[in-house]
Nanobody, 119 residues
Framework: QVQLVESGGGLVQAGGSLRLSCAAS????????MGWFRQAPGKEREFVASIHWSSGRSNYADSVRGRFSISRDNAKNTVYLQMNSLKSEDTAVYYC????????????WGQGTQVTVSS
């Protein structure tokens, strides 16, 4: 059973920073990509950032590029999201996800962690 557990969310003032973590464990699988998604109240889930597990190459949504940084610790199966210069628009539940090798979609999801940015 694959488990993804996010941590690091909380309340922060606009302009501040937070660092999210997500540890994947359980089951037998290999990571192709890990990514972060977010969902604000009344809105659809949207892509935030992803990282290719082997190369470390990253991709970002335009809305966060230059402010957020994704990284990973391969040995720990852990992905991080460093969020700087936070805006009220970043307020959402942030979800960690895994795209396993031999698949073409994100199939494992964490429970989410709330990020609230006050103005």
């Amino acid at each position: 059973q694959v488990q993804l557990v996010e941590s690091g969310g909380g309340l922060v003032q606009a302009g501040g920073s937070l660092r999210l973590s997500c540890a994947a464990s359980g089951g037998t699988f290999s990571i192709h990509f890990m990514g972060w998604f977010r969902q604000a109240p009344g809105k659809e889930r949207e892509f935030v950032a992803s990282i290719h597990w082997s190369s470390g190459r990253s991709n970002y949504a335009d809305s966060v590029r230059g402010r957020f940084s994704i990284s990973r610790d391969n040995a720990k199966n852990t992905v991080y999201l460093q969020m700087n210069s936070l805006k009220s628009e970043d307020t959402a539940v942030y979800y960690c996800a895994v795209r396993p090798t031999m698949t073409n979609s994100y199939t494992y999801w964490g429970q989410g962690t709330q990020v609230t940015v006050s103005s």
